[in-house]
């Protein structure tokens, strides 16, 4: 079965509202990673969180190894944060190197 | 400095073509990686190397896909007749040994198989 499940699937904000983006793990991880994606661009790592929050400007990371979730908080979403926000893990029984991407979470902010 | 570059971005291609993907990593970096994204998914690893040598090409279609990377360089992915189940976004990422949290991801390349 799939091992990360990202939700909402897609989100539609107007600028200035807050998003939160939710990613969900099946197995035990030993690193995670948020990634930022254009269309038609290439990835950018966003955060690499393994465990508790993280901050970076506008945006916050949270990830409880336990619960195996992490979650990706935009505030005051602009414009130019409209894109493919994809979680990845990698998991403590993988191969060195492999990390397993989930399907993305598609924001979208309007005017 | 330089990201990661890929070529061609675009592909398109009958059923039974041959196509080839060409990739040049972050200088220095010694880990190379050949992902495939369908279009509304997540990226999937298809192989990755650590300098000339395969370290797991299991996800790799061998049948059809091959991946080689001669010098521990420039890594070339074929696909030597493809199905349209192939279409998909092919990227490239490098990184340095054990450091997977950190890989570079160029902007990929973009195939369409008719």
């Known amino acids: 079965g799939q091992q990360v499940q990202q939700s909402p699937t897609s989100l539609v904000l107007q600028e200035g509202e807050n998003a939160e983006l939710q990613c969900n793990f099946s197995?035990?991880?030993?690193?995670m990673q948020w990634f930022y994606q254009r269309p038609g661009g290439s990835l950018i790592s966003v955060f690499y969180?393994?465990?508790g929050t993280k901050q970076s400007g506008r945006l916050t990371s949270t990830t409880v190894i336990k619960e195996r979730r992490s979650s990706l908080h935009i505030s005051s979403s602009q414009i130019t944060d409209s894109g493919t926000y994809l979680c990845a893990m990698a998991d403590r029984g993988s191969a060195l190197g492999r990390l397993h991407f989930g399907a993305g979470t598609q924001l979208i902010v309007i005017p | 400095e330089a990201g990661v570059t890929q070529s061609p971005r675009y592909a398109v291609l009958q059923e039974g073509q041959a196509v080839s993907f060409w990739c040049d990593p972050i200088?220095?970096?010694?880990?190379l990686y050949w992902y495939q994204q369908p279009r509304d998914q997540g990226p999937q690893l298809l192989v990755y190397f650590r300098d000339e040598a395969v370290i797991d090409n299991s996800q790799l279609p061998s049948d059809r896909f091959s991946a080689v990377r001669p010098k521990g360089t420039n890594s070339t992915l074929k696909i030597q007749s493809a199905k349209q189940g192939d279409t998909a976004t092919y990227l490239c990422?490098?990184?340095?040994?054990?450091?997977?949290?950190?890989?570079?991801f160029g902007p990929g390349t973009r195939l369409t198989v008719l």
């Open positions: 200088s220095g970096h010694d880990t």
């Open positions: 990422a490098s990184s340095l040994w054990g450091n997977y949290a950190e890989q570079f």
């Open positions: 197995t035990s991880l030993n690193s």
């Open positions: 969180n393994p465990s």
